[in-house]
């Protein structure tokens, strides 16, 4: 739902490749946009240019004046944080309704359309490279008198996670639970997007070692707390996030029952 191409990165020393980056929810400010919409760069150094995470939100609702469009990118997902969106996408059917805790895979150069949004929506959009191009295509419809939902477009497929039809599975780590999403294996493996949730007493991660590129863990409700003998304590309430350094030793841990978003990619 990016609707405009991606502005150059601000000089901030905000990231660096071997230290946790933490993102409180109330230390950046919202810039205005088009179409009434606010957008939140959350990393302004945007990782070198590799990645750019935006919290986008509508704080009117309505009817969105957006066009068909799409985006010349790698890899792209939207997780809706609250309220609600509806979307056209190409080959997909009629307009999907993305409400809080679903999250959609945008595989490059499919068409969409955002057609309408509650008042006070808010998604969290995820994309590289970070500086990337959005066109317009003025000749196709949406919807498509088609409805293909295993095409591929440059090697990945669409991917709309419900998260009130999708499984919890008992997670890798006592007092740990995972929702998976499959978009995996539907980006061809560029990313990874799950939801886990922990359950009392306290649940907490074996030491663990980022492997990716991009390691972001978003809490969504509750706290959790990310520990590493080189990255120190660092506190995650709800609507905080952090980025963990390729590399590095980490452990999770939740005294209360707490839910978060955790993304991946190369």
Do not use: K, N
């Amino acid at each position: 739902m990016h609707l405009e191409s991606s502005q150059p990165a601000p000089c901030r020393p905000d990231w660096s490749p071997d230290a946790l980056v933490v993102i409180r929810a109330d230390t950046a400010t919202d810039a205005p946009g088009r179409a009434g919409m606010h957008y939140r760069d959350l990393i302004p150094s945007r990782m070198d240019g590799r990645f750019i995470v935006s919290r986008i939100s509508i704080p009117e609702g309505g009817p969105v004046p957006d066009y068909v469009h799409y985006h010349r990118v790698g890899f792209q997902i939207i997780y809706c944080l609250h309220g609600w969106v509806r979307v056209l996408y190409q080959d997909q059917g009629p307009a999907l309704t993305m409400v809080a805790g679903d999250c959609v895979l945008q595989p490059p150069g499919i068409r969409h359309r955002v057609l309408e949004a509650s008042p006070g929506l808010t998604v969290l959009e995820v994309a590289s490279p970070a500086e990337h191009e959005t066109w317009r295509d003025h000749t196709l419809e949406l919807p498509t008198a088609v409805i293909l939902p295993a095409r591929t477009f440059e090697g990945q497929r669409f991917v709309h996670s419900i998260a009130a039809t999708s499984p919890w599975q008992p997670g890798p780590w006592p007092g740990f639970e995972v929702q998976e999403t499959g978009i995996g294996a539907a980006s061809a493996r560029h990313g990874e997007v799950r939801r886990l949730r922990s359950r009392p007493p306290e649940a907490r991660t074996e030491r663990l070692r980022q492997q990716r590129v991009f390691s972001l863990l978003m809490s969504i409700s509750g706290r959790l707390t990310v520990h590493g003998p080189t990255l120190g304590e660092h506190r995650l309430d709800p609507g905080d996030a952090c980025l963990i350094p390729t590399g590095a030793e980490f452990s999770l841990s939740a005294a209360s029952p707490s839910e978060w978003l955790w993304v991946e990619a190369d």
